[in-house]
């Protein structure tokens, strides 16, 4: 029984303060950093290629209840993170982006989904011959290779249409 109530939001504030000796830790030990500029770019690449629904996790260690999203409707545009932390008893399960009994997640250990390849499948201009499709890794295969249950690309995108 998927448990999807009770969930607490709140965003982080960019502003904070925290000890110099912090930097270069990675995000989750930057947060409150005094240099604005240096947060909000750990930020910004911490959301490259996420989407805005797509919850993640900034550290594997604690009880596996908090996780964060982007949020992408900051001030002039600014990237924050929206935090959620699940109820007592639950934790986070990425595969399924929801509170689960913490029992039934299995992929604590984990900071985010695992990323799947995907093919190049819109172009301005061709780049295989007709009655191919180019993979993600690049290389064109034929169009009948793709969704045939048989990684043919050499990074499987073709199976991740």
Same mark, same amino acid.
């Not at 064109?140 to 043919?152: H, L, N, T």
């Given at each position: 029984?998927?448990?999807? @109530?009770?969930?607490?939001?709140?965003?982080?504030?960019?502003?904070?303060?925290?000890?110099?000796? @912090?930097?270069?830790?990675?995000?989750?030990a930057?947060?409150g950093?005094?240099? @604005?500029?240096?947060?909000?770019?750990?930020?910004?690449?911490l959301? %490259?290629?996420?989407?805005?629904?797509?919850?993640?996790?900034?550290?594997?260690?604690?009880?596996?209840?908090?996780?964060?999203?982007?949020?992408?409707?900051?001030?002039?545009?600014?990237?924050?993170?929206?935090?959620?932390?699940?109820p007592?008893?639950?934790?986070?399960?990425?595969?399924?982006?929801?509170?689960?009994?913490?029992?039934s997640?299995?992929?604590?250990?984990?900071?985010?989904?695992?990323?799947?390849?995907?093919?190049?499948?819109?172009?301005?201009?061709?780049?295989?011959?007709?009655?191919?499709?180019?993979?993600?890794?690049?290389?064109?295969?034929?169009?009948? @290779?793709?969704?045939?249950?048989?990684?043919?690309?050499?990074?499987?995108?073709? %199976?991740?249409?």
């Amino acid at each position: 029984m998927l448990i999807a @109530f009770g969930l607490v939001f709140s965003f982080f504030a960019l502003s904070v303060k925290a000890d110099a000796q @912090f930097r270069g830790k990675g995000l989750a030990a930057n947060f409150g950093s005094t240099d @604005f500029q240096d947060f909000q770019d750990e930020v910004t690449t911490l959301c %490259e290629d996420r989407t805005a629904n797509e919850y993640f996790r900034l550290t594997t260690e604690g009880d596996c209840r908090d996780v964060v999203r982007c949020d992408r409707a900051g001030v002039a545009g600014t990237i924050r993170l929206a935090s959620v932390k699940c109820p007592s008893g639950l934790a986070f399960d990425l595969e399924r982006q929801t509170c689960d009994w913490k029992a039934s997640v299995n992929n604590c250990d984990r900071l985010s989904k695992p990323r799947l390849a995907k093919p190049n499948l819109h172009t301005l201009e061709p780049v295989c011959p007709d009655g191919q499709l180019q993979c993600g890794s690049g290389e064109c295969i034929a169009r009948e @290779f793709f969704c045939d249950s048989r990684q043919d690309c050499q990074d499987g995108s073709d %199976e991740n249409v």
